[in-house]
């Protein structure tokens, strides 16, 4: 029988392991926008669905425009109903809803500290929040800096304080150096989370899984015995009527500053020695570092046409409301990157984004080298491919592995055949959505699926080079049809190299 | 061919079957299961699940296989044993494979229903072993109160890698004997699983809970259990349950709010208990206290 001591609860042993964080309140600013309806509301029903909220817990909406608690609540509610993956428990929605406020604030406003502040007290009292905060900026990147400084001039109590900003974080390096050094004066680092909900996907967690818990993938994880990589982040809508927001961004601000380098850092990261947020970031900012800045001939750019998706014709970019009609923003960017190190010395890394390409797919294609001597008749073995390892990020996430197999009868012929391995057919439960993941983590202080100040940096450094090449000239856009896989000269990229992208 | 969109099924069922005849129709009924352009269904499989079903518990067993097939894709063999029925012995068997949709494409799972008559009831790993799934690990979900020491038993146990229990179905709480062979395998018991809400509740009682006067009464399986566990854990000596009623505790006799989570269905639980993998040794030491418990 144990013996019982003050400092162990002896009946915690075995229990399910509970991620329930603290007590706290989450402030979102920019309460009035999509990406509250949408994603981080619904999120919050979903762990409140699992019971993964603390029990004193409050959210308070922040936006400029006038609206009550009470009209707060049944907008998050209609946000709820329409979004979440969860069914609508009314006993679940009133517990939240019951630690919703609204505030209209304007950070210009002298006094919007002063009144947040006054809130959050309020809540405390009422919630028993204890003075944990966990600030959202739900908001464009121009408007950080003043919400900044009302968040730094509310006064520190008992809690811990927490804030998490959304992409992009920054528009250039200097900008994200500016940035980071303006949280930096409030914020240390462990504080600060800076998302890119990307890494928030089952998928790009089971991509650690895979490479780091099974012991037959890293020995051949290099360039002894892989071709090359192939990562495609690919949409089939087109800019959804944020042409303010896109005109500014392009492809390589929108998905390759961020999402793609980060896909890009876990797929050719060196092992880290635990699975802390320091030993995964330092392992990632590594690769990032080690990135070869690619030249003028290595990467493409690319701005859709007129052109059918899905069998619905849909308007080029330039005829987009919105956006200018000799607009030089590209909608496509795919790339031949070179990662300088022992591991991947001479292994490119073709990767290409885009709008208005025929699907929506995010995978990272491993394509291995192919058998050295097969000692079958050429005519054996002329259907088969190399072996290609494809990592299916978004839809239908899962694993395949492409490899060559005897087709039945007399004789030696071999074709290529997919192992397949669905995620969602071998384990029962629903795939979070990749904001619950996040938003957890932040209220847990766990860090390590968010950016670092530096992997920023890293990341705007590579992107300001590539778009310091492209001022030079102007590029003759449209060049690419609407449901096409980019130009031509995207082809080329590989074509050069005697490879070609991967095709369905 | 069956729509890439099912829900489908494709069955067949022989009396007096052999393992082979069984493996062979498996394998036609595999490849009638197709997506819309005849290409045979992906088969995705985290496990061998067998259920030891005697007929009085068939109809329960199958409403909860049913609602967690889904969850579980797998190769499900049911056992049942029905001895009595011809001295001389036979399997009959019924098969079906079925496939679910998932997303743009759909998964195929298989359950092979075997009778076991007569004598052929007496040798069920013999059956288990060249049924199960190679290198992936075997769940053994045995129904009613198990034979303690009997050859069934004893084989299926050594088989498996996990045996699922409900003490709650049994007529007697032989914890005991069940403790047997928590060296042999690792053991589950969904009436301990019952108890989960009210453990989570109770360990946040800590410290205070260690020295207070702790009173239980419910179903007498869950009671027995959660004594169990409170005694092995804080190490001290609990009151006998009372039987009857739904689970409850008192603390110095004060009643502890029951947990507020929603009852999990048979299927839930039984779910659940299949993701686990580790021996519960928290549930072995509960199990033992338990033994020397008598209702009050």
């Keep these: 029988m144990s013996v019982v001591t003050e400092e162990r609860n002896p009946l915690v042993e075995g229990l399910p392991l509970r991620r329930r964080p603290e007590p706290c309140v989450i402030v979102v600013f920019g309460a009035s926008g999509d990406l509250t309806e949408r994603k981080l509301m619904p999120a919050l029903y979903s762990l409140a669905f699992r019971r993964l909220l603390p029990e004193r817990f409050a959210v308070v909406g922040v936006a400029r425009s006038d609206e009550s608690d009470d009209g707060f609540r049944d907008e998050m509610r209609n946000a709820v109903q329409h979004f979440a993956r969860d069914p609508f428990r009314q006993e679940v929605w009133d517990e939240l809803a019951a630690g919703m406020r609204y505030l209209k604030l304007d950070a210009a406003d002298t006094a919007a500290a002063d009144r947040l502040a006054a809130l959050l007290a309020e809540v405390d009292e009422e919630r028993g929040t204890g003075g944990n905060r966990l600030y959202y900026f739900a908001v464009p990147p121009g408007a950080f800096e003043p919400l900044v400084r009302v968040v730094a001039a509310i006064p520190e109590g008992e809690g811990w304080k927490r804030l998490i900003v959304e992409k992009p974080f920054g528009r250039d390096l200097a900008s994200a150096r500016e940035l980071n050094a303006l949280v930096g004066e409030h914020f240390a680092e462990s504080e600060i989370f800076r998302i890119d909900h990307y890494l928030g996907k089952e998928t790009v967690q089971n991509l650690l899984a895979l490479r780091f818990a099974n012991g037959i993938f890293e020995p051949v994880w290099n360039r002894q015995f892989i071709d090359h990589i192939q990562i495609t982040v690919a949409e089939s809508i087109g800019i959804e009527g944020r042409a303010a927001f896109y005109e500014q961004a392009g492809a390589i601000r929108d998905i390759f500053q961020n999402h793609l380098l980060q896909l890009l850092a876990i797929t050719g990261m060196e092992p880290p020695s635990d699975f802390t947020a320091e030993s995964v970031r330092n392992e990632k900012v590594k690769v990032l570092r080690s990135l070869h800045t690619p030249g003028p001939k290595s990467v493409v750019r690319g701005q859709y046409g007129r052109g059918f998706v899905e069998g619905v014709e849909v308007p080029g970019y330039r005829e987009e409301e919105g956006v200018a009609p000799d607009s030089q923003t590209e909608t496509f960017v795919a790339a031949k990157l070179y990662v300088d190190n022992w591991r991947w010395a001479d292994t490119p890394f073709y990767v290409r984004m885009g709008k208005r390409l025929p699907r929506r797919e995010t995978t990272i294609a491993i394509q291995f080298k192919r058998a050295p001597h097969p000692p079958f008749e050429e005519a054996a073995v002329e259907g088969l491919r190399p072996n290609v390892l494809l990592i299916h990020v978004q839809p239908d996430e899962g694993l395949s592995l492409a490899i060559g197999a005897k087709m039945p009868g007399q004789g030696m012929s071999i074709r290529t055949v997919h192992m397949d391995f669905l995620y969602g057919s071998a384990f029962r439960d629903g795939l979070p959505e990749a904001y619950e993941r996040l938003i957890l983590d932040s209220m847990l202080g766990d860090a390590t699926l968010f950016t670092r100040s530096d992997e920023i940096e890293e990341q705007w450094a590579l992107v300001d080079a590539i778009v310091a090449g492209w001022q030079r000239d102007r590029a003759a856009f449209p060049n690419y049809a609407a449901g096409t896989w980019g130009p031509p000269s995207a082809d080329d990229l590989l074509h050069r190299d005697g490879r070609s992208w991967r095709r369905h | ?296």
């Design chain 2, 1 to 296: 061919m069956v729509s890439a969109r099912g829900p489908s099924v494709e069955e067949w069922s022989g009396v007096d079957v052999s393992i082979a005849e069984i493996e062979a129709e498996l394998h036609r009924l595999r490849a009638g299961v197709t997506d819309e352009d005849g290409r045979p269904q992906q088969r995705t499989s985290v496990m061998t699940h067998v259920a030891w079903v005697p007929p009085e518990w068939l109809d329960a067993a199958e409403r909860v296989l049913e609602g967690m097939r889904e969850r579980h894709p797998s190769r499900t063999v049911i056992l049942v044993p029905r001895p009595g029925e011809d001295g001389e012995g036979g399997i009959d068997a019924e098969l079906s494979v079925r496939s679910f949709p998932l997303g743009e494409r759909s998964v195929a799972g298989e359950v092979i229903e075997l009778s076991l008559r007569g004598d052929r009831a007496l040798a069920p790993a013999s059956l288990v072993l060249p049924l199960a799934i190679s290198d992936l690990p075997v769940f053994l979900r045995w129904r009613g109160e198990p034979p303690f020491g009997e050859t069934q038993w004893d084989q299926l146990v050594a088989v498996a890698d996990r045996v699922v229990v409900d003490s709650s179905e049994w007529g007697e709480l032989r914890y005991a004997e069940l403790a047997e062979s928590f060296e042999r395998s690792a053991v589950s018991d969904i009436a301990w699983a019952r108890t989960g809400s009210w453990r989570v509740e109770l360990a946040d009682r800590w410290p205070a809970i260690a020295k207070q006067e702790i009173a239980i009464r419910g179903p007498r399986a869950e009671a027995a259990l959660l004594r169990g566990w409170l005694a092995s854990r804080l190490g001290r000596e609990v009151l006998p349950p009372e039987a009857g009623g739904e689970l409850a505790v008192q603390l110095d006799r004060e009643d502890v709010p029951a947990p507020s989570d929603g009852p999990l269905t048979p299927s839930d639980l039984l779910s659940a208990e299949l993701d686990r993998l580790a021996r519960d040794r928290v549930y072995e030491a509960a199990a033992l206290a338990a033994t020397s418990v008598r209702q009050g």
